[in-house]
């Protein structure tokens, strides 16, 4: 189902920590992404990565940041600058321009982080 | 940057009735539009998909039309099921700069909720 990996399912913060969430693909995906999804307002672009240590911000960067260091993974780290992170957060996946006509995204399940 | 407006937000429609999804966008440059499903507690899955040379795309129950000049798009769900209930998000797509990865800007959703 997916081949798009993401952990923990449910993620709690206190204040003033850092929480990271894990993004793992094994699709062969050159590209990767992060949103946010809050009710009522879709999903927002929060950073994504075309190539290894490569990375761009979307919309919503700030509060958050993000590493590539391997193809397959593309870990979001919540830091205690960002000031309401209670969200529904998906990574995704799909080709590069070059490689499809397409560059479908592809989603994982998910992980819902919530404040103490 | 790219806007993409959805409506209406909630759609209640009685079993084997049509359902219909409608999106607009603000960037001339966007040329890739997919319909995202999300069914409760799930990943979203792509449903159907088009691209700006095409005015529309039917599979099977569901349709796709594209009016670039007004740039707006619309989804047609036919013969409504209750399994078709779920939140349906569309988007619009363009590459980034440098031609580096699709950016997906989505709407907010449309709740659809097929009455038995």
């Known amino acids: 189902d997916g081949g798009i990996t993401q952990s923990p399912k449910y993620l709690f913060r206190k204040e003033g920590q850092n929480v990271t969430l894990s993004c793992e693909q094994n699709?062969?995906?050159?590209?990767m992404y992060w949103y946010r999804q809050d009710p009522g307002q879709g999903l927002r672009l929060i950073y994504y990565s075309q190539i290894v240590n490569d990375f761009q911000k979307g919309d919503i960067a700030e509060g958050y940041s993000v590493s590539r260091e391997k193809k397959e993974s593309f870990p979001l780290t919540v830091t205690s600058a960002q000031k309401n992170p209670t969200a529904f957060y998906l990574c995704a996946s799909s080709t590069i321009p070059g490689q499809g006509t397409k560059n479908i995204q592809y989603f994982g399940a998910g992980t819902r982080l919530s404040v103490l | 940057g790219e806007n993409v407006e959805q409506h209406p937000s909630t759609l209640s429609v009685q079993e084997g009735d049509s359902a219909v999804i409608k999106c607009t966008y603000s960037d001339s440059a966007s040329n890739y539009f997919p319909w995202y499903k999300q069914e409760l507690g799930k990943r979203p899955q792509l449903i159907i998909d088009i691209r700006s040379n095409v005015g529309e795309k039917k599979d099977q129950r569901i349709a796709v039309t594209l009016n670039k000049t007004a740039k707006h798009f619309s989804l047609h769900i036919t013969e409504t099921q209750p399994e078709d209930s779920a939140v349906y998000f569309c988007a619009a797509s363009k590459r980034g700069p440098g031609g580096s990865a699709r950016q997906l800007t989505f709407g907010s959703g449309t709740q659809l909720t097929v009455l038995p």
């Open positions: 699709l062969n995906h050159d590209a």
